[in-house]
Structures are given as C-alpha cells and as structure tokens.
C-alpha cells in the first residue's frame, strides 16, 4: 500500500474541483499521476498549498511531520492537478520545479506534480 498526502491550490479547490471528487475518483481508478503507485493508495492527508504567495515548501513539511507521527510516514506527496493549472495558466507565484526539488531533498520521498487526469 502507497501511503500519500496531497496538496491543493487554495484559490481553486471548491471553485474548478468541488470537494476534491476528481481526485478521489483518481485514486479509486489509479488514473493520471496515481497510475505511477502500482499498489492499493491510501490518502492519508489532502490540505491546502499555504495560499499565496506560495508556502508550500514549510507547509508541506510540517504536513507531512504531523501524518508521519499520528498515521505513520508517507510514501509520496502530491501537488494536485490544481496546482500545475494554477502555476501553468492562473499566475501562481511559485515555481513549481523550485518547490519539487527543496522538498524532496527535505523530506527524502518523491514529490509528483500533479494527480488526477480529468
Ligand atoms: S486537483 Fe485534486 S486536490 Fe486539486 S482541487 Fe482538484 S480534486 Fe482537489
Ligand atoms: S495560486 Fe499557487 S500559491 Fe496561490 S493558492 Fe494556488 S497553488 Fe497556492
């Protein structure tokens, strides 16, 4: 089982996604980024990116800090498909690449961008 946390762009969720069905319908079918996870996926956390101007990087990290000590670690974070349109076409201040890199290298697990294809 692939444990994993997800992030979602606090200016779209509810507004484009309501209450994030797509990407829990993502999940249930291992569609787009969720594919990559050959096994059974538990959501152990989806929250938001911080907001602007991008805190995602110290959000993130005491995210997945709190999972690790109630569920236990996860195995990959998630930058939602909300975040990769909001940073491709909705002038997100973040860059995205940037953000990927620093947190991989804090938290030691993989950080995929983007999650469900619809
Ligand atoms: S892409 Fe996923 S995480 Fe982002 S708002 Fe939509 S359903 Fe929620
Ligand atoms: S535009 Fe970017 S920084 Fe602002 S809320 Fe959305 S993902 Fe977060």
Redesign the pocket.
Known sequence: MKRIAI??????KDHTCIACTYCFKGVKEKAGEFAQHGEEIEIAAMT?????????VPRANMVAGHVARVIGEVDAIH?GT??KM??EH?????DLDEVKLKLEKKLEKPVIIGTHPY
Not at 48 to 56: A, E, N, R, T, V
Not at 90 to 94: E, F, L, S, T, V
Request: hydrophobic content about 30%.
């Open positions: 992030f979602y762009c606090k200016k779209i938001d990116c911080g907001d602007c101007p991008g805190l995602l930058l909300c975040i909001a940073y909705g002038n997100c201040p973040m």
